[in-house]
């Protein structure tokens, strides 16, 4: 029987690098309104010169309905349709899902998979945006380096149609 011998220093270098991960919450207020709907909400990264760098989420009304709900209202979040959203294809798998009720909606991502992909290193925004049938629209902006080079927790917090949205990094 022959026997492997493998250096410490070969092991090491055939181990896997530790991927960063970039954890998001983000908080939908309960509104005391007469007629309240869940918000259509977008949430994605934007490089300096405001281009998509990943889109991380698109939360809709995602059967049509006799009213009209469901894809035809996605350009009232417009920042994001602006910025790539009208170029997708609903609905993107990994990223859209169905709108969120009230509450704090956490969302992960690590780098090297699917939405977030293998970001480069550089300075970013997180962006959040949502916009409520018979209500307002809000954007929430998070900026960012990536990677970190140490965990950082950064939050910024809406006024209207979304509460805290707060972004963790780990490297």
């Known amino acids: 029987m022959r026997r492997l011998l493998f250096s410490?220093?070969?092991?090491?270098?055939?181990?896997?690098?530790?991927?960063?991960?970039?954890?998001?919450?983000?908080?939908?207020?309960?509104?005391?309104?007469?007629?309240?709907?869940r918000p259509y909400t977008a949430v994605w990264v934007e490089r300096?010169?405001?281009?998509?760098?990943?889109?991380?989420?698109?939360?809709?009304?995602q059967k049509e309905s006799k009213e009209g709900a469901g894809t035809k209202w996605l350009p009232e979040l417009r920042q994001?349709?602006?910025?790539?959203?009208?170029?997708?294809?609903?609905?993107?798998?990994?990223?859209?899902?169905a709108t969120r009720p009230a509450g704090d909606q956490k969302l992960n991502f690590h780098e090297g998979k699917a939405p977030l992909g293998q970001l480069p290193p550089g300075k970013y925004e997180l962006v959040v945006e949502a916009a409520r049938?018979?209500?307002?629209?809000?954007?929430?902006?998070?900026p960012f380096t990536w990677p970190a080079s140490a965990p950082q927790q950064l939050?910024?917090?809406?006024?209207?149609?979304?509460?805290?949205?707060?972004?963790?990094?780990?490297p």
């Open 8 to 37: 410490m220093p070969a092991l090491l270098l055939a181990a896997p690098a530790v991927a960063a991960d970039l954890n998001v919450t983000v908080q939908i207020p309960q509104l005391d309104v007469a007629e309240y709907h």
């Open 48 to 61: 300096e010169d405001h281009t998509v760098a990943a889109q991380l989420a698109v939360w809709y009304a």
């Open 80 to 97: 994001w349709w602006r910025r790539g959203g009208r170029d997708l294809q609903m609905p993107v798998d990994g990223v859209s899902g």
């Open 133 to 142: 049938e018979v209500g307002g629209r809000e954007v929430v902006r998070v």
């Open 155 to 170: 939050a910024a917090k809406g006024s209207s149609e979304l509460g805290a949205v707060k972004l963790d990094l780990a």
